[in-house]
């Protein structure tokens, strides 16, 4: 039975050490709820960290056996670990970068390697325990290493990934000395998901200008397996956090605040302590406010609740102190006996308090700097029972893509946040309960059990479209049934694209002229007996002609247009017209003109548009563009426009090389037929061959109609060579 394995930095759960001993308190966090239902079932699994520095094996032992029946996995870091990876990689050059704060990331190599040892550590935890069948779900940006780690052991495997923070600009990224590393960790997965499609188109982006790889539709070709990357705006578990509002011990807390605070409106804010959570902002924006309209002065207070996080690190023990300034200067310069503009909290507050100021606060403050989400924002819309109250949200926080609704602003923008708490404080309760009503229908539906179903349920879908889709490898033991086929056969066929195929690509087309190997190997292959080798491509005759032409090898041309029997003259595949270049081919001009990179190639009778050289995005982008335009112009012709690896090509319908394909084979009849191409022009050939012929898809991409696939143009002159022994 194959199980599901959530894997991440955390576990959901958090071990203290205390006077009494190791203390186990189970974490209350969105993931550890919404994940909750999946690892406690049967015999799934959470392996992470368990949050402290153990000591010796005695107490490792103790947590591996305490967690272990509530079906989680300790993995241990080391002080060095710690200090490395965590606060290191993880916290000073990753965090920073991903949220838009470049000018706070270190470089430092040795922080890199610590991250790349303990991804390893992790994997070999994950290993430990995985089948070859398993599900497994890598969580969030300490472990972008992991899918890839995992894969190479676990090729089968189901791998999800979801990054919990933004993913930022390729300018953000291409500044990290290990971005490509870091891109092909994640491109280990199955399926990739973040909070939000700007995440995503930022993500294909840096794939496409890294490592080269085009995503059509969210799915990434990748070695011998798409990737599907998609949004998956993470909720909370709406009913928790409206019972806690519900319940009578935050009523008498809120009962309690209430009396101290007599008639004073509330403002709240809760943040984890971070620079990315623009809380000095915040705090000059509510100066602002109480300067504009000095009538708010002791009749609102904004109370904050800033959580103590990683003030080790320097940027953050400077940001407490700014604040602790801040704050102490407003209230020293407004507070008068009996109200103070900001209640400030540094400390974290069991739920039910937190409910009791949801509950309170007529208006949420949420405005980071950068946020992959924010979940608070979501809390506090389902702690609404009243459904009054009013949402300020940062438009740079993940939550304001769904909560339209909210006061949307921009935290840097100090005057509109002014205007923004002082319009939330006069809002008619009419429309609050209109708005409040809206997001807390989106908040309840798309809650954090529906993000977990929908990303397992997607995942479980890639992993099946993979299987549908994929060929098979051309194994060992499929090339030895392969090479007795073609042993045993009165007569064969080899069929052979050239480019991609027989020789790999190249940035200029010109430059691609056989080497001595190739006209050697193909020499040998004419020599056998009862063999005919057809060079099936899409070049023109007269390149094929003077690379190949001294060979006794078969041509067809251009896709099919021109055929050539060895030792014969060249003739067309049928009448055809090329009077309709001097139409189109100002259009390709058009978009060579707007393109840098890109070229014309004519041929006989089609013509070529291609952007191989060009700036992968732009490329893509003028592809669609171009296609659109050519459909338009080609409808109701008998030309067609065909997309193969970084061109387009515009030619008469009707002729390709499955049509050609088809009547070599009518011709020459042959009992083994080998056809090995790279592209989507192959597959019309493989389309045309008897179910019992050998087609072999080559390259990366293994969804073809071939029976096989083969990794690319050094594996082929192997097999081919093969064929000589
Ligand atoms: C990452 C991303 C993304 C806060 N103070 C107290 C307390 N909290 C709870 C809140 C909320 C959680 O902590 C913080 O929510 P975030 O959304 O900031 O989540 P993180 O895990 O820190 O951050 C973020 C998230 O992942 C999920 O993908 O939204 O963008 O950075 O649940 O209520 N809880 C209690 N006392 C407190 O004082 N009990």
């Known amino acids: 039975m194959p199980r599901t394995l959530i894997v991440s930095n955390r576990l959901p759960t958090k071990v203290l050490r205390t006077d009494e001993g190791l203390t186990f308190q189970p974490s209350e966090g969105g993931l550890a709820t919404g994940l909750g239902s999946i690892y406690k079932q049967g015999d799934n699994v959470w392996i992470g960290w368990p949050g402290l520095f153990v000591e010796d094996e005695a107490e490792e032992d103790y947590i591996r056996q305490k967690i272990r029946a509530d079906n989680m996995a300790p993995v241990f870091l080391t002080e060095a670990e710690i200090r490395d990876f965590y606060e290191g990689f993880s916290n000073s050059t990753l965090w920073p970068t991903f949220h838009y704060f470049s000018e706070f990331a270190t470089y430092e190599q040795a922080h890199w390697e610590a991250y790349v040892a303990v991804n390893e550590k992790f994997c070999a935890a994950v290993l430990a325990q995985a089948g070859p069948d398993d599900t497994i779900w890598v969580q969030d940006y300490q472990l972008l290493l992991l899918p890839a780690l995992l894969r190479a052991a676990r090729p089968e495997a189901s791998i999800g990934f979801f990054l919990h923070i933004p993913f930022p600009s390729h300018e953000l990224m291409r500044v990290l000395p290990w971005r490509?590393?870091?891109?092909?960790?994640?491109?280990?997965?199955?399926?990739?998901g973040f909070h939000t499609f700007g995440y995503m188109r930022h993500f294909l982006s840096s794939v496409a200008h890294a490592l080269g790889l085009p995503a059509q539709n969210g799915r990434i070709e990748n070695g011998n397996r798409s990737v599907r990357v998609d949004a998956f705006p993470m909720g909370i578990d709406y009913e928790r956090y409206a019972a806690a509002a519900a319940s009578d011990e935050a009523k008498g807390h809120e009962a309690r605040y209430r009396e101290a605070l007599r008639d004073t409106r509330v403002i709240l804010s809760i943040d984890r302590l971070d620079y990315t959570k623009g809380i000095a902002q915040r705090l000059r924006a509510f100066d602002l406010l109480l300067q504009r309209y000095p009538e708010w002065r002791g009749q609102v207070s904004l109370i904050m609740l800033v959580v103590p996080s990683r003030d080790q690190v320097p940027q953050y023990a400077s940001l407490k102190e700014e604040i602790d300034e801040l704050t102490g200067r407003i209230n020293s310069q407004y507070r008068t006996i009996d109200w103070n503009p900001i209640l400030y909290f540094y400390r974290s507050l069991p739920l039910e308090e937190l409910a009791a100021l949801f509950r309170i606060a007529e208006v949420a403050l949420v405005t980071p700097m950068r946020d992959g989400m924010n979940l608070v924002a979501k809390e506090y819309v389902a702690s609404r029972l009243d459904q009054q109250g009013v949402l300020i949200l940062s438009e740079r926080a993940g939550a304001a893509r769904e909560l339209s609704d909210a006061i949307i602003i921009n935290p840097t923008d100090m005057g509109q946040l002014a205007e923004a708490m002082h319009d939330a404080l006069v809002m008619p309760k009419e429309e609050q309960i209109v708005r409040m009503a809206a997001m807390q229908a989106l908040v309840k539906r798309y809650n954090v059990f529906s993000w977990t179903k929908l990303f397992l349920n997607q995942l479980a879908y890639t992993k099946m479209k993979q299987h549908t889709l994929a060929t098979e490898m051309l194994t060992e033991e499929a090339t030895k049934q392969l090479l007795a086929a073609y042993h045993t056969a009165e007569e064969r066929l080899l069929l052979l694209d050239y480019d991609g195929t027989l020789m790999a690509f190249?940035?200029?087309?010109?430059?691609?002229?056989?080497?001595?190997?190739?006209?050697l190997l193909l020499r040998a292959l004419t020599d056998l007996p009862r063999t005919r080798v057809v060079i099936i491509s899409g070049r023109d005759r007269h390149t094929l002609e003077k690379w190949l032409g001294h060979l006794?090898?078969?041509?067809?041309?251009?896709h099919g247009v021109w055929l050539r029997p060895a030792g014969e003259e060249w003739q067309l595949f049928q009448q055809l017209r090329n009077d309709w270049m001097r139409e189109l081919r100002p259009v390709l001009e058009?978009?060579?003109a707007r393109t840098a990179?890109?070229?014309?190639?004519?041929?006989d009778y089609s013509l070529v548009w291609h952007y191989r050289r060009a700036d992968a995005e732009l490329g893509e982008v003028r592809a669609r563009e171009l296609l659109s335009h050519l459909s338009f112009m080609t409808a109701n012709t008998e030309l067609q426009v065909m997309e193969g690896n970084k061109v387009l090509e515009i030619k008469a319908a009707g002729i390709n090389k499955g049509n050609a394909a088809a009547r070599w084979l009518a011709k020459y009849p042959a009992e083994f037929v080998l056809a090995l191409g790279d592209d989507r022009t192959d597959e019309d050939t493989f389309?045309?061959?008897?179910?019992?012929?050998?087609?072999?898809?080559?390259?990366?991409?293994?969804?073809?109609?071939?029976?096989?696939?083969?990794?690319?143009?050094?594996?082929?002159?192997?097999?081919?060579?093969?064929?000589l022994a």
């Open 180 to 192: 490509n590393e870091l891109l092909r960790g994640m491109l280990g997965a199955d399926l990739i």
């Open 506 to 519: 190249q940035a200029d087309p010109k430059r691609v002229e056989p080497d001595q190997e190739l006209r």
């Open 552 to 558: 006794p090898v078969d041509f067809i041309a251009e």
């Open 590 to 592: 058009l978009y060579v």
């Open 597 to 603: 990179g890109s070229f014309i190639e004519e041929k």
């Open 687 to 723: 389309r045309a061959l008897p179910p019992e012929a050998y087609s072999v898809r080559v390259g990366t991409d293994a969804r073809s109609l071939a029976r096989f696939h083969i990794a690319g143009p050094p594996e082929v002159r192997q097999l081919l060579r093969q064929l």
